[in-house]
Antibody, heavy 117, light 108 residues
């Protein structure tokens, strides 16, 4: 079954860019939608964006101006960049897979990113 | 944007009892795109139910979903100790794919 693993810095300074990568294993990037979802400490879930294996993207309007999602099919990876971060961006960031018109069914374990100087 | 409101915020029950969790949408939504997740501390969410009432792979039949329009329900019959967790509903028809704020199902 599909496995996902997030990687990236656990600490980012305010105003800088948060960069995370999700590596997909035991499955192909093809045919699926690849999502980023976050959860602030003690809070609920917030969908950030997805990228389709064809390269089409969809962003949460509340974050659209600061988010870029990209795909590297040769490495079976997709990535998230979130610019101009503040303490409010401190969260566990999850990558997840979904299929067309379906909810996320496979998730990574999540990675905590703290925004602090 | 669809806003999902879950109630109660906390539900205190004992193993063997029945749990009923509510998710109300700010406007009528298509039933085809309502999901429920379970999340335990330190873990990623786990998909339980999609399309309002279809159980995801490997989900026991004590979990069931129902509802339409603006009101949706997750029911858990005969609570097992491993069922005590936080539950989220999600609407995934169109962006942004919003989640409810969660219901914490705790031991009484």
């Amino acid at each position: 079954q599909v496995q996902l693993q997030e990687s990236g810095p656990g600490l980012v300074k305010p105003s800088e860019t948060l960069s995370l990568t999700c590596t997909v294993s035991a499955g192909s990037i093809g045919g699926s939608y690849w999502n980023w979802i976050r959860q602030a400490p003690g809070k609920g879930l917030e969908w950030i964006a997805y990228i389709h294996y064809t390269g089409s993207t969809n962003y949460n309007p509340s974050l659209r101006s600061r988010v870029t999602i990209s795909l590297d099919t040769s490495r079976n990876q997709f990535s998230l960049k979130l610019s101009s971060v503040t303490a409010a961006d401190t969260a566990v960031y999850y990558c997840a897979r979904s299929l067309l018109r379906q909810p996320a069914d496979y998730w990574g374990q999540g990675t905590l990113v703290t925004v602090s100087s | 944007e669809i806003v999902l409101t879950q109630s109660p915020a906390t539900l205190s029950l004992s193993p063997g009892e029945r749990a009923t969790l509510s998710c109300r949408a700010s406007q009528s939504v298509s039933s085809a795109y309502l999901a429920w997740y379970q999340q335990k501390p330190g873990q990623a969410p786990r998909l339980l139910i999609y399309g309002v009432s279809t159980r995801a792979t490997g989900i026991p039949d004590r979990f069931s979903g129902s509802g339409s329009g603006t009101d949706f329900t997750l029911a858990i019959t005969r609570l097992e100790p491993e069922d005590f967790a936080v539950y989220y509903c999600q609407y995934y028809d169109h962006s942004p794919y919003t989640f409810g704020q969660g219901t914490n199902l705790e031991f009484k």
